[in-house]
Structure formats: C-alpha cells, structure tokens
C-alpha cells in the first residue's frame, strides 16, 4: 500500500504545480484584457470626432476581446480541470486508508427483488458500490450498476483483458474521468438523445446560400460607404433589410437557441471524451471494438468520414456560434450584415440531420467508458488481487486466502476454500463467529469473477456460474405480506429460476419466520430439493439437524465457524473448517451482558 501511496502523493504534487502554473497564466491573461480595453478607450476618446475611425477602433477590439476571451476561458478550463485531478489523487488515498464513506453509495438502485444485490450489500453506505464508484457522469453510474447487477457469465476473459489494460492507463483514466466530471449541462444524455429524435425543422432551404451571399454583400455595402460611395442612410437600410429577413424566424431561432444552451456544456465535454478514446491505443478486445466503434462512421454517404470528436465537436462550436448572439453589440450586427442567427439556425440544423442518429452510440461508449474505469481504478489499487483462472472443470470454485474486500487487510482472516458443481455446503457455527461475512465473501467473489475483476485471494480457479441469494428478507406492511410469506416467495423464485439456469445459490438461515420444530422439518425439505435439482451452493444455519442430510447425500459437506470461551471471554478465529459446530455462543453472552443469570 505504501507504493500506492506514494504513487498518488506524488500526483497530487505534480497537479497542484500545474494548477499554481496555470492561475499565474490566468492573471497574465485578466491583465492582457484590462489592457487592451484600456487603449481602446483611449484610441476612442483621442479619435472621437472621426466616427469612421471610432468604429473602425470598435470592430478590432471586438474580434481581439473575442479571442482573448476563448483563450482566458481555455485557461480556466485548464485550472478547473487541475484542481479536478488533484481531488481524484486525493480521493484515492483516502480510499486506500480505508475511508470512502463520502463516496455515492448507490442507494438508488437499491433493488430487494434482484438475484443478489441486496443480500450482499452491493449498494448503499459501506457498500462494495461505494468503495468501487469512481464515476463521473450520472449515465456511467447507471451503467456501472447494472455491469454489477447484470449476472452474466459471458465473455469473462476478455473483460478481465479490458480490466487488467485500463490498470495500467492512469493518465487516460484520470484524465477521462477529469475531463467528464467538467461536464456542465443543464439536461440529461437521455433527454438529449430524445430531443435530437423529435426535433422539427425550420430554417428554409434558401438558407442553405444566403447567408453566405449576404455576407459578401454586406462586405461590399461596408467598403462602399468607407469608400464614399454609398450615404450611411443607405448603409443603414441595409442593415434593417438584414434584421427584417432574420426577423422573421426570430421565435423560432429563440426556442432553438435556448435548448442548445442547456446542452452546449455535455457536448463540449464530450467531444473531449471521444478525442481522449480516438487518441488511445487500447490492446484488449473489449476496449479497441468501443474505439473502433467511434472512430469514423460518421459521415453520410459519399463525404470524407470524420472521427466522432471532431463531428461533436462541430456541433459544439455551432452552438457556440450561435450563441454570440447574447452579446448585444455583436447581435445586432451580425445580424444586420450576416444574418447571422439563421446562417448558424442551419448550421445547427444540417449537423442534426446528418449526425444525430450516430450520437446514440457514441453516448453509450463514453459512459461505458466511464464504468469502466471505476474497474480499472480498483484494478490497479489492488495489485495483490487475482485474476481467477477461468476453467470448465468439476470446481466451480477454489480459491486460497480469501476474504472479503471490505475488510481492513490489518484485521482480516484469510480463508481457503473449494465448491465443486452439484456440492452444497452447510455451514454452521456460533453467533458471530463468521457465517454470514463469509457467504458474502463467496458471493461477492462470484460477482467480480462474472464481471472480470480480480478477487481478494492469493489463487483462485473459477467456472463460471450464475449468483443467487436469499439471505436478508423483510416483511412489507404496504403490500400486507408477512416476514414468513416474504421469505417463502424468495425461495419460490429461487426455485423457478434454477428450473431454466444455473445457479450458485447462497441461503442464510431460512425459513427464520417460523417456529422451530416447522422450520427444521421445512428447511430440511428444501435443502434436499436443492440437491436432488443438481443445485450447487452454501447455506448457513444454526439448526445442527440440517446437517443430517450429508449422511444420505453424498454431495453435501459440513463446515462451520468455531467460537471459544477463553478467561471469560468470547474468541473467535474466524477460520473456515470441515465439520459441524459444537460450541454455540447465545446463552453465554446473554449472561456475559447481564440479562440472564
């Protein structure tokens, strides 16, 4: 840990001295301005009584503030984006002294009806969410969740191929992750994506030439009144010609205008995004399909194919144009002399009918891109993890030193254990002497292996296999269903899915909901169906009579946590073995803390 450390102080180092670099350059910058309103001033008051010459003055420095403006704002972009770096390095080292707890948790997708993920405490506070997100964007938030929840088996190792490669790509995963945290738009990808869907178009096809025609024109008009040979009469009937034709689309340029500019922040930064993508060399199979999937397809038929940064980028700078018309000097003119809000009105327009039905995709490849760099970050931050060797054998599970991520590595029991396909283990032992943290161990270890992460072991073997779970159920007063009808229609879908897939099943103690004797005999039943089905899977119980069931099956093996009573106190030592527990710790406790004599 002390070379990941030191890893991200020294980035933090270097962050912070190109962010002192870059606010000197902002002050040069802010000084440049002042100056060069200042002569202007001053070249405006000393030729005041030549107006040709005032306006002349005016024109320039319009163009120069233009352009110092866009360099001051390339600046500022650059600081934002520094401080942005210095915070993530900063975040990581908080992560890795064990305090992630300000992190999203994921509450929202909290779901009690999933296959697993609330049992094992995927989402919500000290969840493996929390401790895992490193997303920037809202949409590659949801799509981490769902790569977490989505129980697939497929294609393991060319995730674990596209996981192990990002590892090893700090800087684009950091600048990714930087450059898509500046996103700052008022409107969702989604809401986007629908509106470029249903967008009704208005600019007519003269404005495809007369704008440009306009403009020329208008250039002529300007040198002939310079020249003398027009009246500023004449010159200002021509500019009121050209705020008449713009005039006419003028609700409509507005209602266009006020959409782009809730979403000119996403596109400006997403552009970025896929230029970052475009410029990288990805090896894997998974990484190099997402770049080539962005890398040219972007143009109509017939024209010069475009990489997807540039044609957002287009996008961009159109609504940029576009919105120049909020400056109200600039407004009146361009208009006036180059019908600018309509020239930019079909700009805007050209690009969503030839381009909009590409920008779906390149979406969904930014944000699986932003998922996936949270895997990459735990990748690298966990260079002692495993990579499980994917194999189709008898095992489906054999691992060495095991333990749940979520523990301190100062404090935790490594464990080694095997599962073979069609075993069912009974676990047994003491109040909290380690049942329930290891079926989540098991569980989650399960979940990383389909998504291709490493694991918290030294070795591990893995066949791959679907994860289902019914460990934590809870009553529903809303929908009038009781503790024990709740848990009864957990195991009925366990039961229905294992009809038409695979599953490893993990159960801690069932049936809770019912009386003793009920719920021996019950549970009992429903361990032996499992077998009979081929089932593979774990279930922890206090109830020693279930591991009666290994004298008549074969297949099912017992194994438990121990806990002793040593000098008058309670010891666990968390270590996994074969057999059934013999030291249960209730009525010890109950008088340790004095509520029993």
């Known amino acids: 840990m002390n070379e990941l450390l030191n890893f991200y102080n020294s980035r933090v180092a270097f962050f912070q001295n190109e962010l002192a670099k870059t606010k000197k350059r902002l002050f040069t910058s802010s000084m440049l301005?002042?100056?060069?309103?200042?002569?202007?001033?001053?070249?405006?008051?000393?030729?005041f009584e030549n107006w040709k010459a005032v306006i002349f003055i005016v024109l320039i420095t319009i163009l120069v503030f233009v352009f110092l403006v866009s360099r001051h704002s390339n600046l500022q972009y650059e600081r934002d984006k520094n401080q942005v770096l210095i915070d993530l390095n900063q975040t990581e080292i908080k992560v890795l002294n064990r305090d992630f707890f300000e992190l999203p948790d994921g509450e929202e997708f909290k779901n009690p009806l999933h296959a697993f993920s609330q049992d094992i405490d995927l989402f919500g506070e000290k969840s493996f969410f929390q401790y895992l997100n490193r997303t920037s964007l809202q949409e590659g938030k949801q799509c981490l969740a769902n790569i977490l929840t989505e129980n697939e088996i497929a294609s393991i190792e060319s995730k674990q191929a596209a996981i192990?490669?990002?590892?090893?790509?700090?800087?684009?995963?950091?600048?990714?992750?930087?450059?898509?945290?500046?996103?700052?738009?008022?409107?969702?990808?989604?809401?986007?994506?629908?509106?470029?869907?249903?967008?009704?178009?208005?600019?007519?096809?003269?404005?495809?030439?007369?704008?440009?025609?306009?403009?020329?024109?208008?250039?002529?008009?300007?040198?002939?009144?310079?020249l003398d040979f027009i009246s500023g009469m004449q010159l200002l009937l021509w500019f009121f010609i050209?705020?008449?034709?713009?005039?006419?689309?003028?609700?409509?340029?507005?209602?266009l205008s006020e959409k782009v500019d809730k979403v000119q922040g996403l596109f400006q930064q997403y552009h970025q995004l896929l230029a970052l993508l475009e410029t990288t060399n990805f090896s894997s199979e998974i990484l190099a399909e997402k770049r080539s999937e962005i890398h040219s397809e972007a143009c109509p038929s017939g024209r010069r194919e475009k990489k997807a940064s540039a044609v957002l980028r287009l996008f961009s700078k159109h609504i940029d144009a576009l919105d120049q018309r909020n400056n109200l000097l600039f407004g009146m003119l361009g208009n006036g002399f180059l019908l600018w809000d309509l020239w930019q009105s079909q700009r805007l327009e050209k690009w969503i009918g030839e381009y909009s039905n590409n920008v779906e995709k390149w979406f969904e490849t930014i944000e699986f891109m932003d998922a996936y760099n949270s895997l990459g970050n735990f990748a690298h931050n966990h260079p002692n993890y495993v990579f499980p060797k994917i194999t189709n054998g008898k095992t489906l599970i054999e691992a060495e030193k095991a333990v749940h991520p979520l523990i301190d590595p100062a404090k935790s029991v490594k464990n080694d254990f095997s599962i073979d396909e069609s075993e069912f283990l009974i676990i047994t032992g003491a109040n909290m002497a380690g049942k329930s943290t290891f079926l989540r161990t098991v569980s989650l270890q399960i979940v990383l292996s389909n998504i291709g992460l490493p694991v918290c072991a030294s070795a591990c073997e893995y066949s791959p296999i679907k994860l289902i779970t019914s460990m934590r159920t809870s009553d529903s007063l809303s929908d009038e269903a009781s503790y024990f009808y709740s848990e009864l229609t957990r195991l009925k879908f366990i039961v229905d899915q294992i009809k038409t897939d695979q599953y490893f099943i993990v159960l801690?103690?069932?049936?809770?909901?019912?009386?003793?004797?009920?719920k021996a005999v019950g549970s009992r039943k429903f361990i032996e169906k499992l077998v009979n089905s081929g089932s593979t899977g774990i279930i922890a119980t206090h109830d020693l009579s279930l591991c009666k069931v290994a004298e008549n099956f074969p297949q099912v093996k017992n194994h438990y946590f121990d806990a002793e009573i040593k000098n008058g106190e309670l010891y666990f030592d968390y270590r996994f073995k074969k057999g059934i527990c013999q030291n249960m710790n209730a009525s010890f406790l109950l008088k340790k803390m004095e509520i029993v004599d």
């Open 242 to 255: 050209g705020l008449s034709i713009t005039g006419v689309y003028l609700k409509k340029i507005n209602s």
């Open 164 to 226: 192990a490669e990002l590892a090893t790509k700090t800087d684009f995963r950091q600048n990714f992750s930087a450059v898509a945290s500046l996103v700052n738009s008022e409107t969702t990808a989604a809401s986007v994506l629908k509106w470029l869907s249903e967008y009704s178009f208005f600019t007519p096809k003269f404005a495809n030439w007369l704008p440009t025609a306009f403009s020329i024109a208008s250039a002529g008009v300007i040198a002939c009144f310079f």
């Open 33 to 47: 301005r002042l100056g060069v309103f200042l002569l202007a001033a001053f070249l405006v008051y000393f030729f």
């Open 508 to 518: 801690d103690e069932i049936l809770k909901g019912t009386n003793s004797t009920d």
